[in-house]
């Protein structure tokens, strides 16, 4: 089993920055691919970026070119930096590993509201 804490949300006006981390402990080495979801009230839980043990990204078109995903592995840490934010981006955003054996594990998620 894999455990994840996030942190880095909060909030902040349109066209600013925030950078999500989610830290990862546990079964560490069983980790293939780790992504970045977000989730408004009312609504599914939506892929936002994602990365492979191999460096591989994706992104959901709504945030390309503004949010990058990337990791450090000797932290155990993958990041969701996140630029020029809208208030449509305002969500509980969760990270969630997959592990080659295909168990998931989800974080506790951290709220970021995009307004003025």
């Known amino acids: 089993q894999v455990q994840l804490v996030e942190s880095g949300g909060g909030l902040v006006q349109p066209g600013g920055s925030l950078t999500l981390s989610c830290a990862a402990s546990g079964r560490i080495f069983s980790i293939y691919h780790t992504g970045w979801y977000r989730q408004v009230p009312g609504d599914q839980r939506e892929l936002v970026a994602s990365i492979t043990n191999s460096g591989l990204t994706n992104y959901q078109a709504s945030v390309k070119g503004r949010f990058t995903i990337s990791r450090d592995n000797a932290k155990d840490t993958v990041y969701l930096q996140m630029n020029n934010l809208k208030p449509e981006d305002t969500a509980v955003y969760y990270c969630?590993?997959?592990?080659?054996?295909?168990?998931?594990?989800w974080g506790q998620g951290t709220q970021v509201t995009v307004s003025s």
């Open positions: 969630r590993t997959t592990t080659y054996g295909g168990n998931t594990d």
